[in-house]
């Protein structure tokens, strides 16, 4: 998918809004898909993006939130950790399904399906520049940032 044209998505937003990528144009996309809101990881990730904001919109990117998560439920998340950026919802899985981010994962001995952490740079012009796929969270903002910066 690296170097290839990402095809138009339209997925529900917070705010009422809808998100469209061919909105977007001219803009570079960073797309984090994370496995639930309100939960550890997830929300120490969310706060990392959130603190680099600033930076990300001075480098002409658009932070973008994913999980299967309802409407209710990130407009929730988004108020409480007050994230300046959109959350989607993917609750049919079609985005997730696209980026091939729906993985087998093992909980407290369980296999459940879920989303494995991922993100995903789209340049302005559409093209997947760059992914990661079940990353750590620690610092995963920073490395987004800093290859957003040098793109």
């Not at 997925?11 to 496995?35: D, E, K, N, R, W």
């Not at 550890?40 to 001075?58: M, S, Y």
């Not at 750590?136 to 793109?151: E, R, Y």
Request: charge should be neutral; glycine fraction near 8%.
């Amino acid at each position: 998918m690296i170097d290839q044209t990402v095809a138009d998505f339209s997925l529900p937003a917070t705010g009422g809004q809808t998100f469209t990528l061919s909105a977007c144009q001219g803009s570079t996309v960073v797309l984090y898909f994370y496995p639930k809101d309100s939960t550890p990881g997830c929300t120490t990730e969310a706060q990392e993006f959130r603190d680099l904001h600033p930076q990300f919109v001075e480098a002409g990117a658009i932070v973008v939130g994913v999980s299967r998560d309802s409407i209710r439920s990130h407009e929730n998340f988004k108020a409480k950790q007050d994230l300046p950026f959109a959350l989607l919802s993917d609750a049919d899985e079609l985005l997730c399904t696209r980026f091939s981010v729906i993985k087998m994962k093992s909980m407290y001995g369980k296999q459940v399906r879920g989303i494995e952490r991922s993100t995903f740079v789209i340049d302005g012009k559409g093209v997947l520049r760059r992914e990661w796929r079940a990353l750590k969270v620690a610092g995963h903002a920073q490395q987004v940032l800093d290859f957003v910066v040098q793109l």
